[in-house]
């Protein structure tokens, strides 16, 4: 019986991929290349944050479309590595690693924080308050948003 992946090794794994833009897609995304990105890339990215500071889902992806000199990067699974690297921060942490990924900066476009990550809600809200920054509650079922996230946005520097 094998032994079961731990979510550093998933984060590892994830290899990136180049597609072309197939025709019937072309309408809606463009013309050229799609990049599919791998995980390290991502957390690469996260890692030059510090307290305070803030980044996207899509300020990640036009980062790494601009280095690898694609037409953009795919959302979902951006989404997803991101869930992995959360995921295996989480772990590190509770197995006592000094420094982990700070995966709680990443937010929504709109600056809405991602409730999908561990912890859910309540964990983004307080990791976040924690580095300074103030929360709007969102009303209804929109999630929470950092309150000025644009002006806290890391220049992400190629």
Same mark, same amino acid.
């Given at each position: 019986?094998?032994?079961? !992946?731990? *979510?550093?090794?998933?984060?590892?794994?994830?290899?990136?991929?180049?597609?072309?833009?197939?025709?019937? *897609?072309?309408?809606?995304? +463009?013309?050229? %290349?799609?990049?599919?990105? %791998?995980?390290?890339? #991502?957390?690469?990215?996260?890692?030059?944050?510090? @307290?305070?500071?803030?980044?996207?889902?899509?300020?990640?992806?036009?980062?790494?479309?601009?280095?690898?000199?694609?037409? &953009?990067?795919?959302?979902?699974?951006?989404?997803?590595?991101? !869930?992995?690297?959360?995921?295996?921060?989480?772990?590190?942490?509770? %197995? %006592?690693?000094?420094? /982990?990924?700070?995966? *709680?900066?990443?937010?929504?476009?709109? +600056?809405?924080?991602? #409730?999908?990550?561990?912890?859910?809600?309540?964990?983004? /809200?307080? &990791? =976040?308050?924690?580095? +300074?920054? =103030?929360?709007?509650?969102?009303?209804?079922?929109?999630?929470?948003?950092?309150? +000025?996230? @644009? !002006? @806290?946005?890391?220049?992400?520097?190629?």
């Amino acid at each position: 019986m094998s032994k079961k !992946k731990t *979510w550093r090794e998933k984060v590892d794994a994830v290899e990136e991929k180049i597609h072309v833009i197939t025709p019937e *897609w072309e309408e809606k995304l +463009g013309k050229g %290349n799609i990049l599919i990105p %791998n995980a390290v890339d #991502i957390e690469r990215l996260i890692n030059k944050t510090k @307290k305070g500071e803030l980044l996207t889902n899509d300020s990640i992806r036009e980062v790494l479309a601009t280095e690898k000199k694609v037409l &953009l990067t795919a959302a979902i699974p951006t989404g997803v590595y991101l !869930k992995y690297i959360a995921l295996a921060s989480e772990e590190e942490s509770g %197995n %006592n690693k000094e420094t /982990v990924t700070p995966y *709680w900066r990443v937010l929504k476009p709109d +600056g809405a924080i991602n #409730i999908k990550f561990p912890g859910g809600e309540e964990k983004q /809200v307080a &990791l =976040l308050q924690s580095e +300074g920054h =103030l929360i709007e509650m969102g009303k209804g079922k929109k999630p929470p948003k950092v309150v +000025g996230f @644009k !002006k @806290k946005l890391h220049p992400l520097n190629i």
